[in-house]
């Protein structure tokens, strides 16, 4: 199949081609400054490099979809010699709450439910959808697929999504652990057992994505059973502008000294916290790792702060999952930092971990595999959110050649 892979935001839509039949990235390109006069249309095409930048007037996300469908078949610049090569649409969504456990078919039910959601995730839902509407609109011969984050880890336990509060809060709002990252974590979950020539189903895994967001999953026989992020991607481990984990009366105690509103507060939290407020320079991992080269203490501190983080839950994960069999990296810096993969793992000795140094420093720009020094598996996993949605989407439309397990690059 030739998938087209969406990610609608409010002014941007990031794209892929995928044909899944090679298990080939034809095309990536996004869209930005949707709704100006000054929109700019990027492209890469794979088989040969070529490089494409356009700008113009692009009013909404149709528009945009119609752009990007010009390009994808233009005769010296696409990829595509007509839109009818496309199969399917891929389309990422955030939350899904508690209808959504699986990906689905996009039909009129699908987005009344991903709207219905939009109150668990009021900053992503809403652009989702208007994505959905404008591919449809453009593409509507062909089936579209809602691919959603929180999906994967509809597999946790109640003892693992339960908040300790009022019950009540759960039964009117359903306040619970969601987790995300889902695709990113599922990706993990079906090429790990490859790297490892190993049974998926009797697996321990901590995958661990960490990128300017960053999450952990427990991973057991290729399902989620615990994650860090919660209610909403805020909980957790450390990132580049989020706090992650926060005791609840600092922010009551903040609010009132400061006289800051509910909006106030989200915005710190989400904005101005993480990399970004304890090193009081940046949220960008190599700006930082720059800046405690040179001596800056903070950077030194939040960069502490961040790995010793992600070493407490590889520890809280080895306990959940009863031992750990492997730990994976994805994501911008799990992929390509190899200093802070090995100070996320420093004193995990009664694990079993032993990093290999050189085959650690080695592991960047793309390439995966292990930096074990003979003990415990510690895997570097290519980021593969986009291929884990057109595999998603291939297999709910029926394509699938391998259903549960199927091939990956």
């Known amino acids: ?13 990031k794209y892929q081609v995928i044909d899944t039949a090679h298990d080939a990235t034809l095309v990536v390109g996004q869209v930005e400054r949707i709704g100006s006069g000054a929109a700019v249309l990027t492209q890469h095409r794979t088989s040969d490099g070529l490089r494409v930048k356009e700008s113009g007037s692009i009013l909404d996300h149709r528009d945009a979809v119609g752009a990007i469908l010009d390009l994808l078949v233009d005769p010296e610049r696409g990829a595509l010699t007509s839109p009818e090569e496309l199969d399917a649409v891929g389309h990422r969504v955030v939350h899904g709450g508690e209808a959504f456990t699986e990906s689905a078919v996009i039909d009129e039910a699908v987005e009344e439910g991903i709207r219905d959601c939009i109150d668990l995730a009021p900053l992503h839902n809403p652009h989702n959808l208007v994505g959905i509407r404008a591919a449809r609109g453009r593409l509507g011969g062909i089936p579209h697929v809602a691919v959603f984050d929180t999906a994967f880890h509809a597999s946790l336990p109640e003892h693992a999504y339960h908040y300790a509060i009022p019950y009540a809060l759960y039964r009117r709002h359903r306040i619970r652990r969601y987790g995300f990252h889902g695709t990113s974590h599922r990706h993990v979950s079906r090429k790990a057992p490859r790297l ?26 290729g399902r989620s059973v615990d994650t860090s992020m919660g209610f909403t991607p805020l909980e957790g481990l450390v990132m580049g502008s989020r706090s992650g984990d926060l005791d609840p009366s600092v922010l009551l105690h903040v ?3 400061e006289e800051l509103t509910a909006g106030n507060v989200g915005a710190m939290l989400n904005k101005h916290s ?15 790792l720059e800046e405690e080269d040179a001596g800056r203490e903070r950077a030194r501190l939040a960069l502490d702060v961040y790995t010793y983080r992600v070493r407490k839950y590889i520890g809280a994960y080895a306990a959940a999952l009863g031992g750990v069999d492997a730990v994976a990296f994805t994501g911008g810096v799990g992929e390509n930092a190899p200093g802070i993969r090995a100070r996320c793992l420093l004193g995990l000795d009664f694990l079993n971990v032993q990093v290999e140094e050189e085959a650690n420093g080695m592991l960047t ?17 290519r980021s593969g959110e986009e291929i884990t949605i057109a595999r998603e989407t291939e297999r709910v439309t029926g394509g699938d050649r391998s259903k549960d397990t199927p091939d990956l690059p």
């Open 1 to 13: 199949m030739k998938v087209l892979v969406l990610n609608s935001g409010s002014s941007s839509v």
């Open 196 to 221: 490892l020539d190993r049974d998926p189903t009797d697996l321990r895994i901590i995958s661990l994505h960490l990128g300017n967001g960053a999450s952990a999953c427990a991973i057991l026989g």
């Open 255 to 257: 609010m009132a000294r």
């Open 274 to 288: 993480g990399l970004l407020g304890l090193s009081g320079i940046s949220g960008d991992m190599r700006d930082l």
């Open 365 to 381: 720009g793309g390439r995966e595999g292990n930096f074990g020094g003979g003990g415990l598996p510690l895997l570097v996993i």
